[in-house]
């Protein structure tokens, strides 16, 4: 294969790692038209002007960027740079061990279009973490998940090391915030198969991190954005318009077959609820989820089981935040409602987009 190969690497002051970093690329690469990548924002420390004494013995190539603007932007910054039909992303503190670049091209080679370095595939880790850093990994793994489907491909959709065909992202347009490069990529990409590879995150040997509680700020606006972007969010408002709607029939009935039919007001309240559930079903498997619904009668009939179950569940934890907020903790009894809609409603959307319509 001579198909050439860019390793793009944000820098912002490491430049301890910058000649071992170097050497091991080498180490996987010697035999490829290859070419690393960094992209510094202007370090205080001298990275920029060690990589530059590199570049006669190694391909290294450097942009130098006037201000720190954040590590997926300078990725995206990178790759008008550069040249290779393959692309690889990685830190430059060795916290992804080169070698694993090796398995990655293998991955590529194979044919697949984006091949990604993963802690959460059977064989990886997380050197040296702290349950406080790995709760909130996973838990920021599980909100990708939950509000960005397409991510559910992928175990590790945060990784900060990955490879990919060029051709993945020629179409599209790349507004990362913050952090998570591979996370752009994978939304706004174009991608018939995706890989994940086992590595182990190590811990820094030199350098500080320059992840703060700012990142995860970042993260949530991330999200945020790529949900505006990719309709997720008209999605989720969707779905709560759709439950309005059942409040209306609920209600509705709730009146009619009471005051208009004669009915015991709780058979008239049962069948409102049950009628609102198949109504919101109808609803948001047209108008919600037209793109997860299978039209057969059998696939519908196990949907709308599901998502009846799930309607009950969520009124127990609507009824469940009601009692608890109003009787434990002495709040307003409307007012605790209002989070135990809150509350149901989340869940129930959560729930019907992991289970319901996956
Ligand atoms: N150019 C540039 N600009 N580079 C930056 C900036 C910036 O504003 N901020 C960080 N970097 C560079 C660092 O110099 C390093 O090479 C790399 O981006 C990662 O930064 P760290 O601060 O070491 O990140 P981390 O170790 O907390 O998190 C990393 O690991 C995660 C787990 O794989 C990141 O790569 C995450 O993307 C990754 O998910
Ligand atoms: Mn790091």
Redesign the pocket.
């Known amino acids: 294969m001579n198909r050439t190969i860019s390793i793009v690497i944000p820098t912002y002051n490491e430049r301890d790692n910058i000649l071992p970093l170097v050497e091991r690329i080498h180490q996987v690469l010697s035999d490829y038209d290859y070419e690393i990548l960094f992209i510094d924002d202007n370090s205080s420390d001298g990275t920029a002007e060690l990589a530059a004494n590199l570049s006669p013995q190694y391909p290294v190539n450097i942009v130098v960027r006037n201000n720190k603007r954040g590590l997926a932007s300078a990725v995206v910054d990178g790759l008008r740079y550069a040249r290779g039909e393959i692309i690889g992303v990685m830190?430059a503190?060795l916290?992804h061990p080169p070698e694993i670049l090796s398995d990655l091209l293998a991955e590529i080679q194979n044919g697949t279009d984006i091949v990604i370095a993963s802690r959460y595939v059977k064989g990886g880790a997380c050197q040296g973490w702290g349950l406080t850093r790995r709760i909130i990994s996973k838990g920021a793994i599980a909100l990708a998940h939950l509000l960005l489907p397409p991510t559910r491909r992928v175990k590790d959709p945060v990784s900060g090391c990955f490879m990919f065909n060029r051709q993945v992202v020629a179409g599209a347009q790349l507004t990362p915030i913050g952090y998570k490069i591979l996370l752009e990529v994978l939304m706004e990409g174009e991608s018939g198969s995706i890989a994940e590879v086992p590595y182990t995150f190590r811990p820094?040997s030199s350098g500080r991190?320059k992840l703060s509680a700012w990142q995860q700020i970042d993260y949530l606006k991330h999200i945020y954005s790529l949900m505006r972007r990719k309709g997720e969010l008209l999605r989720f408002v969707k779905f709560c318009l759709v439950g309005l709607s059942g409040v209306l029939v609920n209600m509705g009935l709730l009146w009619l077959l009471t005051e208009m039919a004669g009915f015991p007001y709780l058979l008239s309240a049962a069948i409102g609820i049950e009628t609102s559930i198949i109504s919101n079903f109808i609803l948001n498997d047209f108008f919600t989820f037209p793109d997860r619904r299978s039209p057969t009668v059998r696939s519908t009939l196990n949907r709308l089981s599901k998502f009846n179950l799930v309607s009950v569940t969520a009124l127990a934890i609507n009824m469940g935040t009601l009692w608890l907020l109003t009787e434990v903790f002495g709040v307003y009894y409307l007012i605790s409602n209002l989070f135990g809609i809150a509350l149901a409603a989340l869940w129930n959307y959560g729930v019907n987009s992991y289970w319901t319509w996956y």
Do not use: A, I, T
């Open positions: 830190d503190d916290q820094r991190s």
